[in-house]
């Protein structure tokens, strides 16, 4: 059983071959800019939900946690993104700041990782995201909360056909 599902992991699709280039010396210099340029990529290479991505957060005993999230936005406060205060990675955010971004899109082989502390933002964006929503409906919920990570790290990671990955990874 364990062997067949061995082989079974084993013999799936890897990187597509016609992955695209990434030359990190001639990439854009700020990475926000450099992330909106892959997510356009993304974007004309179908892939579906592109600002979707993995957080890992921990509790105070280092106990690590993580879960898919939307990307709202990227500006000075930090790389955004909303959740209830109340959920569990609302508790680890409290009990300790620092969490881990990895976004993945496998039809271009790459993948960008951010770490660095979160902050809540203020009250009125929290709502202002809230009222956003497209499911919204007027209510409002005092416990959504806004949040921006402010990079320590970033890397930008490109997968290639020879094997010879490209990572570009810029620390703060
Ligand atoms: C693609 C995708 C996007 C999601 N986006 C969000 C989001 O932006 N905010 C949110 O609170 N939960 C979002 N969720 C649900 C979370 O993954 C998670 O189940 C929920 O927030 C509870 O997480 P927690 O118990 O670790 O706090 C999303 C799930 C998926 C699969």
Redesign the pocket.
């Known amino acids: 059983m364990s062997d067949s599902f061995r082989a079974r992991l084993r013999a799936l699709p890897d990187f597509p071959e016609d992955l695209p280039d990434f030359d990190p010396a001639a990439a854009a210099q700020d990475p926000a800019e450099l992330f909106r340029q892959w997510l356009s990529d993304a974007l004309a290479a179908g892939v579906r939900?592109p600002h979707?991505f993995s957080l890992a957060t921990a509790d105070a005993d280092g106990h690590v946690?993580s879960?898919?999230?939307?990307l709202k936005d990227i500006d000075d406060d930090g790389w955004q993104?909303?959740?209830?205060r109340t959920?569990?990675?609302?508790g680890e955010l409290a009990e300790n700041p620092n969490a881990a971004m990895n976004f993945y899109w496998p039809e271009l082989g790459r993948q960008i990782r951010v770490a660095g502390a979160v902050v809540q933002l203020s009250a009125e964006a929290s709502a202002a995201d809230w009222d956003a929503r497209p499911a919204s409906d007027g209510s409002s919920n005092p416990a959504w909360q806004l949040y921006a990570l402010k990079p320590r790290e970033i890397e930008f990671w490109q997968a290639r056909a020879d094997r010879h990955h490209i990572r570009h990874r810029m620390v703060f």
């Open positions: 939900q979707a946690s879960r898919m999230l939307i993104f909303a959740t209830a959920s569990r990675k609302g």
